[in-house]
């Protein structure tokens, strides 16, 4: 920590720093990269971050290590946690390629989701954080998706009559094997979306293209080509776009979860809530070369909050805001963490994000547990 006289003149120092002006966002990577995408994501043209930056590039790192004998024998000798760390890593090893997420998605949809994401891969745990971007860095990437979009030639408007075909050749051709269709087919494989999103996000064109042949549209594309013929491909886009999904409703909320009486100590919540998921965006920066993580040190679009919960004075700093803090992702879960065959619920969010952002919401439980200790007094 800096003392308390130098932190003052530091301070001192930025305010009396003139603000320039902010900076015109000159193109797409430079618009990406001020909303962190490329944490997660790959940003088209540019490098992938390494393995300090990117959520996405370490988690799949310390994977890649697990499985090299070699590698995994150096890594141990360097990091004592090193076994745990293999086990626990679980999030961001795949994220969707933006690359034919921009071939092929409407630009003026992905205008809507970022400023209010919804699950679109239930089988996925992980959603899109909610941003802190200006209106001005989400126009810039706006522009960007509008400007990357694949031109497809036009077919014929969606059709009544082709949709019992389609939905044969949804079974026969192997689409159910991968893609949650409503609550229509739930068995998806995590990285494809909930098809019954589509019609929101793309023009009946693109599907009918995409379906036809993904590689041609993007060759980032993960899915297949199977081969079809214009008819068939026609045919499912049809079931695609004017089936009934059958969406059941995420469930409504249960009773919040009330503070656990018997005593609880620090070391039982670190491991299972702080030290667990919320220290990998709210680092002490003193414990990790400098770094603090996007809830600490500022990211995603949100200015620098100061609040690091690697250690137990900096969880007590904020304890007053934690329960409501993780309360307000619960009710996030409707629409960021819902169960395959569910419908995203429509939902007024509040200013700030719940907690973890982006991430489902910590189990009852274990929010009981963290009620419980706060109301205890934060005992060590
Ligand atoms: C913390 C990790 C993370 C960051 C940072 C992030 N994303 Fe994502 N993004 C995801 C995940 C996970 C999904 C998949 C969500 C789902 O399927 O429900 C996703 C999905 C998307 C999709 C939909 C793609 C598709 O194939 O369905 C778009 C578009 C997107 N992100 C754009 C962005 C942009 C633009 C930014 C920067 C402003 C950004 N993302 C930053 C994790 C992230
Ligand atoms: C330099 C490497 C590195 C970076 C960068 C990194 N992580 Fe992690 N992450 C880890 C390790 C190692 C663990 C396991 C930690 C443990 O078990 O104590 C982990 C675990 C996690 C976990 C809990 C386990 C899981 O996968 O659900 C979450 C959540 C998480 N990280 C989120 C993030 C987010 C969000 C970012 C980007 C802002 C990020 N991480 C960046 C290395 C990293
Ligand atoms: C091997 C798994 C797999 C199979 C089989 C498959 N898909 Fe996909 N599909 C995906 C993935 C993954 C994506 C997301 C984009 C990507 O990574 O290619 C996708 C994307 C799509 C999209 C774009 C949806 C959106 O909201 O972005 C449509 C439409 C689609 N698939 C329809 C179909 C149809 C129809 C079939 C059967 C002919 C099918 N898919 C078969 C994996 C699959
Ligand atoms: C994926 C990254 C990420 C994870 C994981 C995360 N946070 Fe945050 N957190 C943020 C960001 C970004 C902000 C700033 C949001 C803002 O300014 O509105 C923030 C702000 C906060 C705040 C201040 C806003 C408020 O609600 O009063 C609290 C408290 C907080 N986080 C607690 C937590 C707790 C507790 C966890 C673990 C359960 C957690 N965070 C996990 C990124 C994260």
């Avoid at 043209?45 to 996405?56: A, F, Y």
């Avoid at 419908?343 to 509040?350: E, F, N, Y």
Wanted: hydrophobic fraction near 40%; glycine fraction near 8%.
């Amino acid at each position: 920590m800096l003392p308390a006289v130098v932190f003052g003149v530091l301070a001192g120092g930025v305010v009396t720093t003139p603000v320039s002006e902010a900076e015109p966002i000159p193109a797409l990577a430079a618009a990406l990269h001020s909303g962190d995408c490329a944490r997660c994501h790959q940003v088209p043209g540019t490098e992938p971050l390494g393995r300090i930056d990117s959520c996405h590039s370490c988690h799949v790192w310390v994977k890649d290590v697990a499985g090299d004998p070699v590698r995994r024998d150096k890594a141990k000798a360097v990091f004592p946690l090193w076994e745990r760390y293999e086990k626990n890593v679980a999030t961001y090893l795949e994220v969707p390629s933006l690359e034919a997420a921009m071939a092929r998605l409407d630009p003026e949809w992905v205008r809507k989701y970022l400023k209010d994401p919804h699950d679109l891969r239930p089988g996925l745990n992980e959603t899109m954080p909610r941003f802190g971007l200006s209106d001005t860095q989400i126009d810039a990437i706006v522009d960007g998706f509008a400007a990357a979009k694949v031109a497809v030639p036009t077919v014929a408007p969606p059709d009544p009559s082709r949709v019992a075909e389609g939905e044969k050749l949804f079974s026969t051709k192997g689409c159910v094997g991968c893609h949650t269709f409503g609550a229509r087919s739930t068995g998806a494989i995590k990285m494809a979306p909930d098809l019954a999103h589509a019609r929101a996000r793309m023009s009946p064109d693109t599907a009918a293209a995409w379906i036809k042949n993904p590689k041609a549209i993007s060759p980032a594309a993960t899915m297949p080509s199977l081969g079809l013929t214009d008819a068939e491909a026609l045919a499912l886009r049809d079931y695609v776009w004017l089936a009934d999904p059958k969406w059941t409703q995420a469930k409504p909320l249960g009773k919040a979860p009330t503070p656990v009486k018997a005593p609880v100590t620090y070391a039982q919540v670190e491991e299972r809530v702080f030290g667990k998921i919320c220290v990998h965006c709210h680092m002490n920066p003193d414990l990790n070369q400098g770094r603090s993580g996007p809830g600490n040190g500022g990211g995603f679009g949100y200015p620098a909050t100061g609040i690091e919960l690697q250690t137990y004075e900096g969880v007590v700093a904020v304890a007053d805001r934690i329960p409501d803090a993780l309360l307000r992702r619960r009710l996030e879960a409707h629409r960021d963490a819902i169960q395959p065959g569910e419908q995203p619920a429509p939902l007024t969010r509040p200013a700030t994000p719940g907690m973890p952002l982006g991430l489902p919401p910590i189990s009852d439980e274990d929010i009981a547990l963290v009620l419980g200790w706060i109301e205890q007094g934060t005992p060590r």
